[in-house]
C-alpha cells in the first residue's frame, strides 16, 4: 500500500550525473584546499626541524600508499558506500584531532588526512567509472575541475588567514566541508556502485593485481603521467615559497603565485572545448611539452627571481591542462572488472609523487643549487611529452558511427543512382562471380 504512495524517487534512485560527481569532488576539494597551506605550518610550529618535518611526511607518504594498496581487498567484505563513509569520517576525526588535542598532535592529523583523502579517491574514481560513460570522461572531469576551482583558489589563502585569526577555526570549517561530504554521498544514493560479475573465487591478496597493472603497458604509461603531473605541482608548491624566500621576496609570494594557479582551474571549460576539436593526445602532449620548458627556463634565469617564479606560474598553467586530460590514458583504458583495483593503482600516483619528489630533490641538491630541482622536474616532464608521442590519436573520442541515409544517394542527374549490378554465379562453380555484360 505505501507502495503505491511513495515517489518513484524514492523507491528508485536516480542515477547520479556529472553535475552530482562534481559536487562531491567540489565539497572533498573545500576539505582540503582549507588545511593545504595550514597542516605545513602547524607542523613546523610543533616540531619546530624542517628535517624533522620531511620524515614525518616521507612516512605518511608511505602510510598513505599502503592504505591505497588496502583498500580494494577491504572493499571485498566492506561495502563501497561503507569506505567512502569512512574516508569521510576519517576526515573528521583528523580536524577534531586536531582541535582538540595537543599540539604534537597534529602528525596524526596529517596521517588522517591523508588516509582518508586516498580511500575517497579510490571510492570516487571507482564510482566515476560505473555511471559515466568513457566518452563523457572527459567532461566528467572538466566539470569536477570547474566546480573544485573555488575552493582550491580561495582555500589556502583563507585557512591561512583564518589560522592566524583562531587557530581551530579552519579545521571547523573543514570538519564541517567534511560533514557536508558525507550527507551529500548519502542523499546521492550510490550504493555499492555497478554488479559487473559475481565474485567465483576467494578474494585475492590486495598486492596481487600489481601483476595485471604491468602487464598492461597502456596503464603503467598512465599512471606515470599522473606521477610527473604531480611531481611538477609538487615542486611548484613546496620549492618556489623556498625559491622565493632565499631571494628576498617575501613570504606570501608562494601564496600568491599557487593562488593565481588554482584560478586558472575557471578556464576549464575553454579547455574542454579545445579538447573536443582536437584530441586527449594533443592535449597531453602540449601540456607536458609548455610545462617543462617553463620549468626548465626558469632554472636557466634563477639570477632573475622574478622572471623566474613568473617562468614558474606560466608552466603551472599547463599543468592544469593535464589536470583536465592527464588522467584519461589511464582512465580509458581500465577494463570493467578491475575498475576498484586500478582505482587503487591509479590513487597511488599521489603518495608516489610525494616519495619521489622530495627524494630526487635530495638528491639533487646534495650536487647542484636550488634552481636545479625545477630542472629535474622539467627534464621529467620532457620525458612524458616524448612517451606520449605513442598514444593513439583518436584516444578518447567519440566511437559512433553516422546514421544511414533515409533516401538512397542521388545521381548527378538528381534522380536516384542506379544501384550496383547483382553478381551472377558461375555455372562452373569455380567461385567467381560474373556480372551481365553492357
Keep these: 500500500m505505501f507502495q503505491r504512495r511513495m515517489p518513484d524517487w524514492l523507491r528508485h534512485a536516480p542515477n547520479p550525473g556529472l553535475r552530482g560527481f562534481a559536487l562531491l569532488a567540489a565539497l572533498e576539494a573545500a576539505v582540503r584546499g582549507m588545511l593545504i597551506s595550514v597542516l605545513p605550518v602547524a607542523m613546523y610550529k610543533a616540531f619546530a626541524d624542517a628535517q624533522r618535518v620531511s620524515e614525518i611526511y616521507l612516512a605518511i607518504g608511505f602510510c598513505s600508499l599502503l592504505t591505497g594498496l588496502m583498500v580494494p581487498?577491504?572493499?571485498?567484505?566492506?561495502?563501497?558506500?561503507?569506505?567512502?563513509?569512512?574516508?569521510?569520517?576519517?576526515?573528521?576525526?583528523?580536524?577534531?584531532?586536531?582541535?582538540?588535542?595537543?599540539?604534537?598532535?597534529?602528525?596524526?592529523?596529517?596521517?588522517?588526512?591523508?588516509?582518508?583523502?586516498?580511500?575517497?579517491?579510490?571510492?570516487?574514481?571507482?564510482?566515476?567509472?560505473?555511471?559515466?560513460?568513457?566518452?563523457?570522461?572527459?567532461?566528467?572531469?572538466?566539470?569536477?575541475?570547474?566546480?573544485?576551482?573555488?575552493?582550491?583558489?580561495?582555500?589556502?589563502?583563507?585557512?591561512?588567514?583564518?589560522?592566524?585569526?583562531?587557530?581551530?577555526?579552519?579545521?571547523?570549517?573543514s570538519f564541517a566541508a567534511a560533514t557536508a561530504l558525507l550527507i551529500a554521498f548519502w542523499i546521492m544514493r550510490l550504493?555499492?556502485?555497478?554488479?559487473?560479475?559475481?565474485?567465483?573465487?576467494?578474494?585475492?591478496?590486495?598486492?596481487?593485481?600489481?601483476?595485471?597493472?604491468?602487464?598492461?603497458?597502456?596503464?603503467?604509461?598512465?599512471?606515470?603521467?599522473?606521477?610527473?603531473?604531480?611531481?611538477?605541482?609538487?615542486?611548484?608548491?613546496?620549492?618556489?615559497?623556498?625559491?622565493?624566500?632565499?631571494?628576498?621576496?617575501g613570504d606570501k609570494t608562494g601564496g600568491i603565485a599557487l593562488s593565481f594557479s588554482n584560478g586558472l582551474l575557471f578556464a576549464v571549460p575553454v579547455a574542454l572545448v579545445w579538447l573536443q576539436k582536437t584530441s586527449v593526445k594533443a592535449g597531453v602532449r602540449l601540456g607536458f611539452l609548455f610545462s617543462g620548458l617553463g620549468f626548465i627556463a626558469a632554472a636557466f634565469v634563477a639570477s632573475a627571481p622574478v622572471v623566474s617564479i613568473l617562468l614558474l606560474a606560466a608552466g603551472s598553467a599547463f599543468l592544469i591542462l593535464l589536470d583536465v586530460c592527464g588522467g584519461l590514458p589511464f582512465l580509458l583504458a581500465v577494463k570493467p572488472s578491475e575498475r576498484t583495483e586500478m582505482s587503487a593503482v591509479y590513487s597511488s600516483y599521489r603518495d608516489a609523487s610525494n616519495i619521489i619528489s622530495p627524494g630526487v630533490a635530495w638528491l639533487v641538491l646534495l650536487v647542484f643549487p636550488l634552481p636545479s630541482v625545477f630542472a629535474a622536474i622539467g627534464a621529467g616532464l620532457l620525458g612524458c611529452f616524448v612517451v606520449a608521442g605513442r598514444l593513439h590519436a583518436r584516444l578518447g573520442a567519440q566511437r559512433l558511427k553516422p546514421p544511414a541515409?533515409?533516401?538512397?544517394?542521388?545521381?548527378?542527374?538528381?534522380?536516384?543512382?542506379?544501384?550496383?549490378?547483382?553478381?551472377?554465379?558461375?555455372?562452373?562453380?569455380d567461385g567467381r562471380r560474373r556480372f551481365p555484360s553492357s
Design 191 to 249: 550504493g555499492d556502485g555497478k554488479l559487473i560479475t559475481r565474485a567465483r573465487a576467494p578474494a585475492p591478496n590486495p598486492f596481487a593485481y600489481l601483476g595485471r597493472f604491468f602487464r598492461q603497458p597502456r596503464l603503467v604509461t598512465g599512471w606515470l603521467f599522473a606521477v610527473i603531473r604531480s611531481c611538477g605541482w609538487w615542486a611548484y608548491i613546496v620549492y618556489l615559497p623556498i625559491f622565493a624566500l632565499d631571494n628576498g621576496l
Design 405 to 429: 541515409p533515409l533516401l538512397p544517394p542521388l545521381g548527378d542527374t538528381g534522380q536516384p543512382a542506379d544501384p550496383e549490378p547483382a553478381p551472377i554465379p558461375s555455372r562452373a562453380g
Design 73 to 173: 581487498w577491504l572493499t571485498r567484505t566492506v561495502p563501497r558506500r561503507y569506505m567512502f563513509s569512512l574516508g569521510a569520517c576519517l576526515f573528521m576525526a583528523g580536524c577534531a584531532l586536531a582541535i582538540a588535542g595537543p599540539a604534537e598532535s597534529i602528525a596524526f592529523t596529517v596521517l588522517l588526512n591523508s588516509a582518508a583523502t586516498v580511500i575517497v579517491t579510490v571510492c570516487f574514481n571507482a564510482y566515476v567509472l560505473d555511471y559515466i560513460a568513457k566518452v563523457e570522461l572527459g567532461r566528467a572531469e572538466t566539470l569536477r575541475l570547474f566546480y573544485s576551482a573555488l575552493a582550491w583558489t580561495a582555500g589556502p589563502v583563507l585557512g591561512v588567514w583564518l589560522y592566524g585569526l583562531w587557530q581551530p577555526a579552519p579545521f571547523i570549517v
